[in-house]
C-alpha cells in the first residue's frame, strides 16, 4: 500500500513539468489527495464496510472537486493533473501509470446494472474534458483527445478524437503523443472530400451541355472518389457502420 502511495507521488514530477518541489506537490496538488484518499476508501470498501468509504470520498470530492467511487480499481503511478470535475464511476477499473486531466468523466451510459464503466489500459492519457461512457475497452497507450466522446471499444496504440470519438491514428507498437494542435480532422476531412467531388461532377455537367451527352462514361469519375473510401457500391454502408457509428477513416 505505501509503495503505490510512494509511486502516486514520485509520477508527478516525470509528468507534470511545473512540479519542482516535493513539499509544494505534497500540499498544493489535489488530484494526489483525492487518489491518496479513495486509495484508504477502496480499503474499507472491499473489507465490505458500509457507508464510510463513500463518505470519505465525498469529502475528497469536497476538497479537492474530483469524485471516485471507493469501488473503483485503479492501478498504480495514476495522476489526475489538475483534476477539477473529474468523475470516476464504481465499476471503472484503470491501468497502471494512467494520466487524467480535468473534466474527465469515466461514467455509464444509463441505469444498466453491473460492469457498467470503463476500462482503461496502461499508460492511457485523456485529455481534458473527454468523456468514456459505458462499458468500453481502451488498450494500452491509448490517447484520447480533450472533449472527445468516446462510447466504443478502442484498440491498444490508438489516438481517438471528436465526438463521437473516431479513430485517427494508428500506429504499431510504439506509444503516441497526443499533441492537440497536430491532431488531424476526420470530419473536415470527410467534408473536404465530398466538396471536391461535388464541384469535379459539376464541371463534367458544364462540360456536357447537350441532353444525349449527359449520360456520362464512368471512366470520367476514376480518381474523383475520395482515396480513403470504399469502392461506390459500398459507400453508404462504410460511412453508416464506419464512421458514423465512430469508427476510423
Request: net charge neutral; aromatic share 6%; hydrophobic share 40%.
Given at each position: ?40 476508501a ?106 472527445s ?38 470530419e ?24 444525349h ?6 471512366e ?30
Amino acid at each position: 500500500m505505501f509503495a503505490i502511495l510512494r509511486q502516486d507521488f514520485q509520477i508527478i514530477f516525470e509528468r507534470d513539468p511545473a512540479a519542482t518541489n516535493w513539499l509544494e506537490v505534497l500540499l498544493c496538488y489535489p488530484g494526489l489527495h483525492a487518489l491518496w484518499i479513495y486509495r484508504l476508501a477502496h480499503i474499507l470498501f472491499q473489507w465490505g464496510i458500509p457507508v464510510l468509504p463513500r463518505f470519505m470520498t465525498q469529502i475528497g470530492r469536497l476538497l479537492t472537486g474530483i469524485e471516485i467511487h471507493p469501488g473503483a480499481k485503479i492501478g498504480k503511478g495514476a495522476f489526475i493533473d489538475h483534476g477539477a470535475g473529474v468523475v470516476i464511476g464504481a465499476t471503472t477499473i484503470i491501468g497502471e501509470f494512467v494520466l487524467l486531466y480535468q473534466g474527465v468523466t469515466l461514467g455509464g451510459t444509463g441505469k444498466e446494472t453491473g460492469k457498467r464503466h470503463p476500462t482503461l489500459g496502461d499508460h492511457v492519457i485523456v485529455g481534458a474534458g473527454a468523456k468514456v461512457l459505458g462499458n468500453i475497452e481502451l488498450g494500452s497507450h491509448v490517447r484520447i483527445g480533450a472533449g472527445s466522446v468516446v462510447l466504443k471499444d478502442v484498440p491498444p496504440n490508438c489516438t481517438v478524437v471528436g465526438i463521437p470519438g473516431r479513430i485517427v491514428q494508428r500506429r504499431g507498437d510504439r506509444p503516441l503523443p497526443l499533441e492537440h494542435s497536430q491532431m488531424p480532422d476526420p470530419e473536415g476531412e470527410v467534408l473536404r472530400s465530398l466538396i471536391n467531388r461535388v464541384e469535379h461532377l459539376e464541371r463534367l455537367l458544364e462540360d456536357h451541355r447537350l441532353p444525349h451527352a449527359l449520360v456520362m462514361d464512368s471512366e470520367a469519375l476514376n480518381g474523383v472518389r475520395p482515396s480513403h473510401l470504399k469502392p461506390a457500391g459500398e459507400l453508404s454502408e462504410c460511412i453508416r457502420d464506419c464512421f458514423c457509428d465512430g469508427g476510423g477513416i
